[in-house]
């Protein structure tokens, strides 16, 4: 047996998982045998270890993630959005730790840099939201959120760079002004590409890839409220959603509506507090 370091996208190649949306590669082990298997490695710094090998089991999640502005409340990161999600499809049982700078546990500090969210599973940890959610998939693989490697990527491409776009728009001040305007045009330009994906696979299905919900709807949809929510409260409506990109609104509809997303979701007032946040 022996075990090396790769980075998470070549693990992903060699067991079979497409590329994420806006992945990060960082450090894991990888265990291989004669048998040429192929799993997660642990990320337990500053935890207790566990014996290589063993699959991990459902029970004794802890999810760390941004709080409110009482500091105990869930915050609005879209990013925790979408692990929840994926831990709501999968029937998974998790406790939330909503946590500022300074109610951040050590090992996570120490260890992570802080990051959240941050999934502790027992005596493992994974940060970034798209590494996370493939860890779910990977070990409780029932209801599958993954699909095909070609339908994968399309949806990939469908939505790269949406969310950069959303941000700079709504973190841009005096709203109204020449940049302002420089900035709706690049978000127009993404939700046009979401737009065209969703209108040549709308027969095959409602969600990215189709007939199939990923991962990658779990990704999307949070931040699709984000910018619904955001435009309306900072930029007056400047884009009016509906007219501009039906199959869009069409799929927010979908998404907002699905258990999962309901199950997780905070206040919109919680969304204009954040961004209000990053505004000033």
Same mark, same amino acid.
């Given at each position: 047996? /022996?075990?090396?370091?790769?980075?998470?996208?070549?693990?992903?190649?060699?067991?079979?998982?497409?590329?994420?949306?806006?992945?990060?590669?960082?450090?894991?082990? *990888?265990?291989?045998?004669?048998?040429?298997?192929? /799993?997660?490695?642990?990320?337990?710094?500053? *935890?207790?270890?566990?014996?290589?090998?063993?699959?991990?089991?459902?029970?004794?999640?802890? *999810?760390? /993630?941004?709080?409110?502005?009482?500091?105990?409340?869930?915050?609005?990161?879209?990013?925790?959005?979408?692990?929840?999600?994926?831990?709501?499809?999968?029937?998974?049982?998790?406790?939330?730790?909503?946590?500022?700078?300074?109610?951040?546990?050590?090992? /996570?500090?120490?260890?992570?840099?802080?990051?959240?969210?941050?999934?502790?599973?027992?005596?493992?940890?994974?940060?970034?939201?798209?590494?996370?959610?493939?860890?779910?998939?990977?070990?409780?693989?029932?209801?599958?959120?993954?699909?095909?490697?070609?339908?994968?990527?399309?949806?990939?491409?469908?939505? %790269?760079?949406?969310?950069?776009?959303?941000?700079?728009?709504?973190?841009?001040?005096?709203?109204? %002004?020449?940049? %302002?305007?420089?900035?709706?045009?690049?978000?127009?330009?993404?939700?046009?590409?979401?737009?065209?994906?969703?209108?040549?696979?709308?027969?095959?299905?409602?969600?990215?890839?189709?007939?199939?919900?990923?991962?990658?709807?779990?990704?999307?949809?949070?931040?699709?409220?984000?910018?619904?929510?955001?435009?309306?409260?900072?930029? %007056?409506?400047?884009?009016?959603?509906?007219?501009?990109?039906?199959?869009?609104?069409?799929?927010?509809?979908?998404?907002?509506?699905?258990?999962?997303?309901?199950?997780?979701?905070?206040?919109?007032?919680?969304?204009?507090?954040?961004?209000?946040?990053?505004?000033?």
């Amino acid at each position: 047996m /022996l075990y090396f370091q790769i980075g998470l996208g070549a693990l992903f190649s060699v067991v079979g998982l497409p590329p994420v949306l806006g992945f990060q590669p960082a450090a894991v082990c *990888l265990r291989t045998e004669s048998s040429s298997s192929a /799993l997660f490695g642990v990320r337990n710094y500053g *935890l207790e270890k566990r014996r290589y090998g063993a699959a991990p089991t459902d029970g004794g999640m802890e *999810l760390y /993630l941004k709080a409110a502005e009482d500091d105990k409340s869930v915050g609005d990161c879209p990013f925790a959005h979408s692990v929840r999600m994926a831990l709501n499809e999968k029937g998974l049982e998790y406790d939330l730790r909503p946590s500022v700078e300074r109610t951040k546990p050590s090992w /996570l500090i120490d260890h992570y840099e802080g990051k959240m969210p941050a999934l502790r599973h027992r005596k493992e940890c994974y940060v970034e939201s798209d590494v996370i959610m493939r860890y779910i998939d990977f070990f409780f693989p029932e209801p599958a959120l993954m699909t095909s490697k070609a339908k994968m990527n399309k949806a990939i491409d469908a939505v %790269d760079g949406f969310f950069p776009e959303v941000a700079r728009y709504l973190k841009h001040t005096p709203d109204g %002004d020449d940049e %302002d305007i420089e900035l709706k045009n690049g978000l127009e330009i993404a939700l046009q590409k979401i737009e065209d994906h969703l209108l040549c696979t709308k027969e095959k299905g409602d969600f990215l890839c189709g007939d199939i919900f990923t991962v990658h709807d779990c990704s999307l949809g949070p931040k699709l409220y984000h910018m619904k929510t955001g435009v309306k409260e900072f930029k %007056d409506g400047a884009i009016d959603l509906e007219a501009q990109f039906p199959e869009t609104t069409r799929y927010m509809n979908t998404i907002f509506s699905r258990k999962s997303f309901i199950d997780a979701i905070y206040s919109e007032d919680v969304i204009v507090w954040g961004w209000g946040n990053a505004r000033e």
